[in-house]
């Protein structure tokens, strides 16, 4: 079997909804949703379509990660303070080893493409 192309548009595939971790929410009550489109066959690399509501909890990175802002905003804190705010049409990584925060304004959807050794 050759591969072929797989092209990623939402509604494809089925889209898994749950909450935030509840010892990682620091605001709100986040609900997340994904659509998750492709794994690799060394189950390293995956990509799809998250999204949550409004709320913020902390993160820690263990993998890289490719996000493109499709809709809304938020706004991502580092352990040292540093926000950024990213909305609609931003391109970003966070790299492996990130620690800090994410707060959804309001609600957030985005690409993501994540790669992890």
């Known amino acids: 079997m050759t591969a072929k192309l797989m092209r990623v548009a939402e509604g494809k595939v089925e889209r898994e909804s749950g909450v ?14 994904t659509e998750h489109f492709f794994t690799n066959k060394k189950e390293n690399f995956f ?3 998250w999204s949550s509501d409004a709320g913020k909890w902390s993160l820690t990175y263990s993998e890289d990660e490719f996000c493109y802002i499709i809709d809304g905003e938020a706004i991502i804190t580092d352990a040292d303070g540093d926000s950024e705010r990213v909305i609609a049409g931003d391109a970003f990584c966070i790299p492996a080893g990130f620690e800090g925060t994410w707060e959804t ?3 957030v959807k985005k690409f993501y493409a994540i790669y992890e050794e």
Do not use: M, T
Not at 20 to 33: H, M, R, Y
């Open 20 to 33: 935030v971790a509840p010892e990682k929410v620091l605001a709100g009550n986040p609900q997340q949703w």
């Open 47 to 49: 990509c799809g379509i």
């Open 105 to 107: 304004i309001g609600s």
